[in-house]
């Protein structure tokens, strides 16, 4: 494991964050006193054991949860400061988000899909339209424009599910699993979209696995165990 | 409307479970256009702000007959301008399922008293001048095909002839309109003085009388006059405003709008009930896709608004169906052959029935709305 960038211009700035759930009358500390730097530009994989906290860390850093402690920067700007309408318009400029289970929408075609996004926008159809073709065109799934979910297989719907992500160009693309669905040959073609997204497109890359081949593939690799991040793996 | 997209795809999710929402509701409108319908024909549309008219009938029954001589001592009651009266008269043409109203009258006192129907002055006159004319609605002289000039026998059973026949005969020298689309153009109007010459019985009676007033603001002022003028006569009588009686005969069938508000009432919290449980279906199998709305910037109140357009749409749809289906069965008017003459779906029933469906769209929306509103997106996106 490489160590955590220090630098206080780093896109990603995660300081003392502790995250607590309550189930019933009882405390879950998942997120212990956390600190982690990412710079602008990395492939990031956040590996760990099922609990660990990867997943709320990534909902951390992509606003879909606060800290109960604690503060997270994303390109100078704090997150648990920010308003719920604030966060959901901060996310929709700034975060791309790859899920596991691909959550497309089943009732919208693989174009309907990408343009998600942009309905937030102010951009005109004809100019969604057009960013809609190219994130198609960068996942390499122009000619599926207007198939349906069920009509792709894992492989195909992960990619509009990153060309959703990406469609925005935003600054930072959080993915959770994202191979984790997939066997061996579409999981390499989607990490080598990743790879490529991060090398040709500079885009800074924060994904979680628990799968070592994936996270060969990321340029820095951080362990978390019971909410905590470790020098090595831990079984 | 960028967005329109987004919320019909979401219908067309479960299209049987959306197409049979959708049904119940057109269903439900149906009823409601229909029942408006038969509530306007029942109680001819009603108001009691706008009655310059009195409406003058034996104190015991209107079945007992008022002399004809009443007409002359109304008159001189000061804020009265005119008097006409009727009879019920009772008759069909040919046979007894072409039933519909009759009455004998005098043509001027007629003309100026009921102002919504609208006769030409030439076939008034020719009414004036013709011993045996009547005038007939627009309504029963294309449903009977009659034409001016047609000679039209009626039968009755409640008035025999001095000759002992029960068919009497008129000719048609005038069709008449309806001012207001609510007026009933099927009534047949023939002159009293041929009816009383010519019938067996109770000559010089009439079944009731119509008063015009001056100032509507006193009908009830010389309602009491009139009451009172024949006080202690063989034949006592009951004035009241028009609208005021017309209530009390279709107070006879029922409280009109009692049982309409009722049956809708029932109806309507049916669809309720089924509306919003679809609702509430779809929004808790779509929870892991509302999460991913709000992840990727979708705000809290957007994804609301997004639940409740579509509960909306679906019952502006249903319910645009049921109104627009029950105004083509109204537009073809009555449906009985005769007992529901003004039969048809009011414009302020039909803006009525609009405001209930964006109400039924909102009330159902509501409650899946806020819980949709309310989700958290970590935990919506463990639910995908």
Known sequence: MSEPTKSNDALVRVDGVEKVFRRGSEDIHVLHQLDLRVPQGEFLALMGPSGSGKSTLLNLIGGLDRPSKGSITIGGERLDGLSDRRLAAWRARHVGFVFQLYNLMPTLNAERNVELPLLLTHLSKAERQKHVAAALQVVGLAHRAKHFPRTLSGGEQQRVGIARGIVTDPTILLCDEPTGDLDRKSGDGILDLLQALNREHGKTIVMVTHDPHASARAARTVHLYKGQLVNEPVA | ?384
């Open chain 2, 1 to 384: 409307m960028k967005f329109l997209p987004l919320i019909w795809s979401n219908l067309k999710r479960k299209k049987l479970r959306t197409l049979l929402t959708v049904l119940s509701i057109t269903v439900a409108f149906i009823l409601f256009g229909l029942l408006s319908a038969i509530k306007m024909a029942l109680t001819g549309g009603i108001s009691m702000d706008d009655s310059d008219r009195l409406m003058v009938q034996n104190r015991v029954s209107i079945i007992i007959m008022l002399p004809v001589s009443y007409k002359e001592r109304m008159e001189r009651i000061p804020g009265v301008t005119r008097v006409a009266h009727q009879t019920w008269f009772g008759g069909y043409y040919q046979e007894p399922k072409n039933f519909f109203m009759q009455t004998p009258v005098v043509p001027d006192d007629f003309v100026a008293v009921f102002p919504e129907f609208v006769v030409p002055t030439n076939q008034v006159e020719k009414w004036k001048s013709t011993r045996t004319g009547a005038i007939v609605g627009r309504k029963s002289a294309e449903k009977y095909k009659w034409k001016i000039g047609d000679r039209v026998p009626i039968k009755t059973p409640l008035w025999p002839k001095k000759d002992g026949s029960d068919t009497w005969e008129f000719e048609v020298v005038g069709i008449y309109d309806g001012k207001a689309k609510n007026t009933d153009t099927t009534a047949l109007f023939f002159r009293y003085d041929y009816f009383d010459e010519a019938r067996k019985r109770d000559a010089g009676q009439v079944n009731w009388y119509t008063v015009k007033v001056k100032d509507r603001k006193q009908a009830g002022e010389i309602a009491k006059l009139i009451n009172k003028e024949f006080e202690n006569s063989s034949a006592e009588v009951k004035a009241e405003p028009e609208a005021a009686m017309a209530q009390s005969w279709a107070n006879q069938i029922g409280n009109i709008g009692l049982i309409c508000s009722s049956i809708l009432g029932a109806v309507f919290f049916t669809i309720l009930l089924v509306t919003g449980n679809t609702m509430a279906q779809t929004v808790r199998e779509r929870t892991g896709e509302l999460g991913v709305l709000k992840a990727i910037g979708f705000t809290n109140s957007q994804v609301m608004t997004f639940v409740l357009a579509e509960s909306c749409l679906i019952a502006i749809v249903g319910g645009g169906l049921g109104l627009g289906i029950a105004w083509l069965i109204t537009s073809g008017g009555d449906p009985t052959g005769g007992f529901l003459p003004v039969f048809f779906l009011p414009p302020r029933d039909l803006a009525i029935g609009a405001a209930i469906c964006v109400a039924l769209g909102f009330i159902t929306g509501i409650v899946p709305a806020m819980q949709a509103m309310r989700l958290q997106v970590a935990t919506a996106l463990r639910r995908m």
